[in-house]
């Protein structure tokens, strides 16, 4: 497959903001906060001073920047994303947003039952789009409704959804809908997505499937369309969906026979929810660097980054904890299956015993096929220490760190 030259990009990720009541942190809080963790560091500040020395391109904003739809939490959430973003020498034009459920003001929609007029839920849904508008050059690319578009930039399109606008106080199954206008519209717009010098980036709130979670609950995160929607992503060139919504963040990468390309997908987490909506703290706030490097000559997969921080009392750090297979550093864009892994980890093997048939260095980390630096650091270690023991070996160390192996003695 001849796949053309392209260039490597990187966005910051924030989802589920939850400026206002909802908010953990004093920085994303219209008044004080009565549960703010004490003597802990600036989360805002923090978070610059840890970037400050990334080179980053744009700012995605997955939804779920307010609490409750109020229009000073839109316009503070507002203020602080841009400034922010001026600290980071990132232009505003390269801020994208996209709407989730806590955007809609269901003091407004609620009206609707009092005054028996559906425009209240327009109106609801609407607030956001007062305060927050994407910059979108082609004003044929504005959406049919609040908060959509294609922004169309030199070396990215991002394709942006509102997955909320049925998020209303009544909805008798919490979930995300994109109703048919907006639904055919993205459809339309997506099939013009043929120029494969440039990447391809979808922008939504909610889920597009359920997916496991650590912790036995049921999952409303999807939306309605989703697995209609994913299918138009596979077939028309998306490199990456970015959402949030479920404050359980996950990298995967996807394929299905009869699409063009494979479509990696990054649920986002939380950037500054209180802890009783992050299963009572067990997972903490996070942000994340995307970064696309480039697409795999064989699949036409999107291969890149994410790196992933959490927030403790002492700042952003590195991600430490354990939330399922998602790590502080996690390379994406390989379909390998469990036994090409295996295979690999054999070859591996095989090629250092033949240097040294006694001990040995394994490669470095970002030596190893690209399938194996996919997999978690846990997954990757497990299999390491099956194939030693079953070739007599032991091993000492972890990926990513370096890796030795030692014969056994007889």
């Known amino acids: 497959m001849n796949v053309p030259t392209i260039k490597p990009i990187s966005f910051l990720i924030l989802s589920d903001i939850h400026f206002g009541s909802d908010a953990d942190s004093n920085d994303f809080a219209v008044t004080p906060l009565p549960n703010e963790m004490s003597n802990a560091m ?41 400034g922010i973003a001026e600290e980071l020498k990132i232009h505003t034009e390269n801020i994208f947003f996209t709407f989730g459920n806590h955007d809609v003001n269901w003091d407004i929609s609620s009206l609707k039952d009092r005054h028996k007029d559906d425009l209240f839920l327009e109106v609801a849904a ?12 082609n004003p044929k690319m504005v959406g049919p409704v609040v908060g959509t578009g294609v922004c169309e930039r030199s070396h990215f399109n991002v394709y942006i959804a ?3 606008l049925y998020s209303i106080h009544d909805q008798k199954y919490q979930h995300g809908k994109l109703g048919s206008v907006q639904f055919e519209w993205l459809k339309q717009q997506l099939e013009k997505t043929k120029d494969e010098s440039k990447w391809h980036i979808f922008l939504m709130h909610h889920h597009l499937v359920n997916h496991p979670y650590p912790f ?21 060139n998306v490199d990456v969906l970015c959402h949030g919504h479920r404050h359980h963040p996950y990298v995967k990468t996807e394929f299905v026979d009869g ?48 790196k992933t921080y959490e927030y403790i009392a002492e700042g952003w750090v590195f991600l430490r904890s354990q939330i399922g ?8 864009g390989s379909l390998a299956g469990k036994g090409e892994k295996e295979s690999s980890v054999k070859v591996l093997f095989d090629t250092a015993i033949k240097k040294n048939a006694e001990n040995c ?5 970002k030596d190893l096929d690209l399938g194996l630096q996919c997999m978690s650091r846990e997954e990757l270690n497990k299999l390491i220490f099956k194939v030693a023991s079953e070739s007599n070996f032991r091993v000492i160390g972890k990926y990513p760190e370096s890796v030795y192996i030692i014969r056994n003695k007889s």
């Open 42 to 82: 600036s989360m805002k500040q923090s978070l610059i001073n840890t970037l400050k020395n990334e080179n980053l391109d744009g700012i995605l904003v997955c939804g779920d920047l307010t609490s409750k739809g109020l229009p000073t939490e839109f316009a503070k959430c507002k203020e602080a994303i841009n």
């Open 259 to 306: 699409w063009k390309a494979p479509v990696t997908i990054l649920c986002a987490g939380s950037l500054s929810v209180n802890s009783k909506e992050r299963n009572k703290g067990m997972i903490p706030n996070l942000f994340h660097i995307l970064t696309l490097e480039n697409r795999d000559s064989t699949s036409n997969a999107a291969i890149g980054t994410v």
């Open 361 to 365: 260095e394994l490669p470095n980390f």
């Open 126 to 137: 609407s607030v956001g789009g007062l305060f927050i508008k994407n910059k979108i050059e």
């Open 216 to 236: 036995p609950t049921e999952d409303v995160s999807c939306v309605e369309e989703g697995a209609d929607l994913k299918n138009l992503l596979g077939k028309f």
């Open 162 to 164: 509102n997955s909320s």
């Open 325 to 332: 297979p998602l790590d502080s550093y996690k390379k994406f």
